[in-house]
């Protein structure tokens, strides 16, 4: 690596680190379009995200809920949502920031998309918690 690539290199860094951005508004949830968030001002920024990521942006128990996605923009109208496993997902609700989770009160088994319960395939409850709160801790 030649040093003026290194430099631009090493300058690069502290934008590469503060890369994490936020989106919040309303889930649009027409099933013929891709998942997208409506901010307060009626823009519409259109959501990208992995599968499991994408079961919860079409979760219709959401749709009126104040929702947030982290991840980065790629475009003023386009955002790559985090993976699943970095719990990107969240609602505020009556001023609190809650982390989407879904729960099995039954087996006590948590997942972090909609679907059935691994353990007894009933349907999962959809359970927003504190994101302080332990994966094994019970629901609230
Ligand atoms: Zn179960």
Same mark, same amino acid.
């Given at each position: 690596?030649?040093?003026?690539?290194?430099?631009?290199?090493?300058?690069?860094?502290?934008?590469?680190?503060?890369?994490?951005?936020?989106?919040? @508004?309303?889930?649009?949830?027409?099933?013929?379009?891709?998942?997208? $968030?409506?901010?307060?001002?009626?823009?519409?920024?259109?959501?990208? *995200?992995?599968?499991?990521?994408?079961?919860?942006? /079409?979760?219709?128990?959401?749709?009126? %809920?104040?929702?947030? #996605?982290? @991840?980065?923009? #790629?475009?003023? /109208?386009?955002?790559?949502? %985090?993976? $699943?496993?970095?719990?990107?997902?969240?609602?505020?609700?009556?001023?609190?920031?809650?982390?989407?989770?879904?729960?099995?009160?039954?087996?006590?088994?948590? *997942?972090?998309?909609?679907?059935?319960?691994?353990?007894?395939?009933?349907?999962?409850?959809?359970?927003?918690? %504190?994101?302080?709160?332990? %994966?094994?801790?019970?629901?609230?």
């Amino acid at each position: 690596m030649t040093r003026r690539l290194l430099l631009s290199f090493v300058a690069l860094l502290p934008r590469l680190r503060a890369a994490q951005q936020v989106v919040r @508004g309303r889930l649009r949830q027409d099933p013929s379009l891709p998942p997208a $968030i409506t901010l307060r001002d009626g823009a519409v920024v259109v959501l990208e *995200a992995d599968a499991a990521t994408a079961g919860v942006l /079409r979760d219709a128990r959401l749709k009126d %809920d104040d929702f947030e #996605a982290q @991840g980065r923009f #790629a475009a003023p /109208r386009r955002f790559v949502v %985090d993976p $699943i496993h970095l719990r990107a997902l969240f609602v505020h609700r009556a001023g609190r920031r809650l982390v989407v989770t879904y729960w099995c009160a039954v087996c006590a088994v948590r *997942a972090w998309t909609p679907g059935p319960c691994q353990c007894c395939q009933d349907e999962m409850a959809l359970d927003p918690r %504190d994101p302080a709160l332990k %994966d094994t801790d019970p629901s609230n």
